[in-house]
């Protein structure tokens, strides 16, 4: 992941092989009919994740049938390599109540990912609690709790919803394997479990992941892509949305943002751009398309008072898919294809090149990296707009327009997303900060409304 982001999965050889099954949403139809009429609020924090954490993949490439696991040599359909060792530390984190009676989970929200899973406990670790992670789910105290049998659908080895083939365990269970871009693997036990918000609200059974893979976090993920297994999906969700608190210096107190499920009281103050749609046959012809990402239309990028010389067509996926455009929880940073970044830098080292740490890369990601006074740098940049369709615009703040790696380091936090071995803009959430950003599937859009997030708590 998400960051988390959560921040893509990458095309697998074998999951290339059942793309005619994959399941992608139907415009002409109501994909989402809401089966759970509510309005819940969460609180949501900005926080490091536990390490080592598949938390940290690039999540809005997690789209399970359409990136590839982590390999040596190119393949002819897909010709960038996954190389990136980049791990995000950052993540959007809520406490769900899982379960019956609920036992409260911390999970990573990643619109970029289907698959929802919370870290089990292991018998063999349960006779040692000093071994044992403290926020892991006990299947033992939950009523609701049952394993998903081999027989199921869901496991059939070539179902398109995993990045690895589902398969049997020795007790004839339902073994999951789900890879991350950042090369972490969260595997176990598919489920059926309940999220049970209060005594008289509740969801139907969901399929979950119970995770007991050797490199997974104390944090779950909720996955929250248009996947039918993710969560959101599975719920009959209509709507959802986060407001992400700016990040404090290092050191101080995180503030608290807010995530909803169902209607958002602010929601009447929010503009929207629509979701881009694609049939099912022009997808599969895309290997480079993630179908299941919300995906949104940009027309262009703004730093400072300049219009940069880019492409609308950059912006929108070209036949092989290259080029999506997708608005993720999951993914840290904002990266973009080569057309898009070349006139990003190009802008940037107009400005204040003379301040560039030369032949400093950081996590093989991040490529534009500065010394010295970061705000200077700021104010010399000054703000960079993501313009999107019919007027809406996503505003990066001049003081968010470099990140603070460490050491005095500050760098761009936009970077190429051909480092990561990717062909897609992905919008993440450091740009999505002192936003709401609500996803309405039953009308297939995306809002977004400028607020204070530590205050909508």
């Known amino acids: ?86 791990k995000y530390t950052m993540a959007l984190i809520v406490s769900l109540p899982i379960g019956t009676p609920p036992q409260t989970q911390q999970m990573v929200i990643d619109t970029g990912s289907q698959l929802s899973w919370v870290q089990c406990k292991k018998k063999s670790t349960v006779r040692n609690p000093q071994k044992q992670l403290p926020s892991s789910f006990d299947p033992s105290r939950s009523s609701t709790f049952s394993f998903l049998p081999c027989n199921n659908p869901i496991c059939k080895p070539r179902i398109p919803d995993f990045t690895l083939p589902t398969n049997c365990d020795q007790n004839r269970l339902c073994h999951y394997s789900y890879f991350y871009a950042d090369g972490t693997l969260a595997e176990g036990n598919l489920v ?15 399929i979950l992941g119970c995770a007991s893979g050797s490199d997974v976090s104390t944090e779950g993920i909720l996955g929250m892509n248009l996947g039918r297994l993710s969560f959101a999906s599975q719920a009959k969700v209509s709507k959802f949305s986060y407001c992400v608190p700016v990040r404090p210096n290092r050191g101080l107190v995180p503030p608290v943002g807010s995530f909803y499920l169902g209607e958002n009281p602010s929601s009447g103050v929010f503009r929207y751009v629509d979701l881009l749609t694609f049939d099912r046959t022009q997808s599969q012809r895309m290997p480079n398309f993630d179908p299941l990402a919300y995906t949104v239309g940009m027309e262009g990028i703004r730093i400072g008072a300049k219009r940069l010389d880019i492409p609308r067509s950059v912006f929108r996926p070209d036949a092989g898919g290259a080029g999506q455009t997708m608005i993720d929880s999951g993914t840290e940073y904002t990266f973009l294809v080569e057309g898009a970044y070349t006139k990003v830098r ?30 200077e740098i700021g104010r010399l940049v000054g703000d960079v707009v993501l313009e999107l369709e019919k007027g809406v615009e996503i505003v990066v703040d001049k003081g968010r327009v470099l990140a603070n790696v460490g050491g005095g380091v500050h760098c761009l936090s936009f970077g190429r997303s051909d480092l990561l071995g990717v062909e897609s803009n992905i919008i993440g959430n450091v740009h999505q900060q002192n936003l709401w950003v609500e996803f309405d599937l039953a009308n297939r859009r995306v809002g977004f409304g400028r607020a204070d997030c530590s205050r909508s708590a």
């Open 1 to 86: 992941m998400a960051l988390c982001k959560s921040f893509f999965l990458f095309l697998l050889f074998l999951c290339s092989l059942s793309r005619s099954t994959q399941e992608t949403p139907n415009p002409k139809r109501n994909f989402f009919k809401p089966s759970l009429n509510f309005s819940l609020s969460f609180p949501l924090t900005s926080l490091p994740l536990s390490r080592p954490s598949p938390a940290s993949h690039l999540s809005s490439l997690t789209s399970s049938s359409t990136k590839q696991a982590p390999k040596t040599n190119p393949s002819p359909r897909n010709p960038y390599p996954y190389r990136s060792q980049f």
């Open 192 to 206: 059926r479990e309940k999220v049970t918000f209060s005594s008289s609200q509740a969801t139907p059974p969901l």
């Open 346 to 375: 190009e802008e940037i080292m107009r400005l204040v090149g003379s301040r560039v740490k030369k032949g400093y890369v950081y996590g093989q990601a991040l490529d534009l990296c500065f010394n010295g006074d970061a705000e």
